[in-house]
């Protein structure tokens, strides 16, 4: 059987050695298990199953006004796992190379932040409730505030 022609393997060109789905970003997008019920929708998380951390905290966010931006910096060490558990929000996300923005709004999709990511949270609708799952106790320590430090981190410097 001939193989299609669009089929055949293509090398990259020299400008773009990898192939851009081959790039690792330190996020993605989970697609969770939904449990559909006709009494109503199901999703069950376990830490280091469906995330790829043991959950050492929970916190969420709500009541968001309209217009207001949570978060605005990075974590050393921390992992977490973002849901919108009601109404929407965007989370952008930026590694010091290349930046993503990810409309989240259903209960059963998470993004998965690993460490050193710069993220913020925007565009919360008013009914949004953001659920996050995080790999560590809450230590300020923890937190990069600064951009500039960010960068130079990231950088090396
Ligand atoms: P912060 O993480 O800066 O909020 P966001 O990134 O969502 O804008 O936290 C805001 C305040 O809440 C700050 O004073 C620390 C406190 N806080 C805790 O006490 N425990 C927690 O788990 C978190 C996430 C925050």
């Not at 192939?19 to 449990?35: G, S, T």
């Not at 050492?56 to 992992?79: C, D, F, M, S, T």
Request: aromatic letters at 10%; a negative charge; proline letters at 8%.
């Amino acid at each position: 059987m001939s193989v299609p022609e669009e089929a055949s393997p293509t090398s990259a060109p020299d400008s773009d050695p990898v192939p851009p789905e081959q790039v690792v970003r330190p996020w993605r997008l989970v697609n969770l298990p939904k449990i559909e019920d006709p009494r109503g929708n199901l999703t069950a998380l376990e830490g280091l199953r469906e995330i790829p951390f043991a959950i050492r905290r929970v916190y969420w966010i709500y009541n968001v006004p309209g217009g207001e931006k949570r978060g605005g910096h990075a974590y050393r060490e921390l992992q977490e796992m973002i849901i919108a558990l009601s109404g929407s929000f965007d989370a952008v996300v930026d590694d010091g190379t290349s930046t993503a923005r990810y409309s989240l709004n259903r209960g059963y999709v998470g993004l998965y932040v690993s460490r050193m990511v710069w993220r913020q949270l925007e565009n919360f609708s008013t009914n949004a409730v953001c659920l996050v799952l995080a790999s560590a106790p809450y230590d300020e320590r923890d937190y990069v505030r600064s951009r500039q430090e960010f960068v130079d981190l990231v950088r090396g410097r």
